[in-house]
């Protein structure tokens, strides 16, 4: 087994287990994973996005991607 399915296998067990956490645990995790990495799951989030978006064929237009880069700056 490769180090990237190994990588899969580890990340999906850990899900596994938080899915078993009573509701108020997996909140109070996801308040402290979010505390402690929010820059880093913004950053995920926008990646994963993207790949999306490559994948699916739906690029933005020239005026779209105008549009998004002046939004950055604000």
Known sequence: ???Q???????????????????????AFLEELWQKKSQE???LAFYL???Q???ENEFLSENEAQAFIKSLAQ
Do not use: F, G, V, W
């Open 1 to 3: 087994m490769n180090t």
């Open 5 to 27: 399915q190994s990588n899969a296998n580890t990340a999906h067990s850990l899900y596994a287990l938080y899915e078993t956490l009573p509701d108020t645990i997996q909140r």
């Open 41 to 43: 799951l913004e950053d």
């Open 49 to 51: 996005d993207c790949k």
């Open 53 to 55: 978006a490559k994948d």
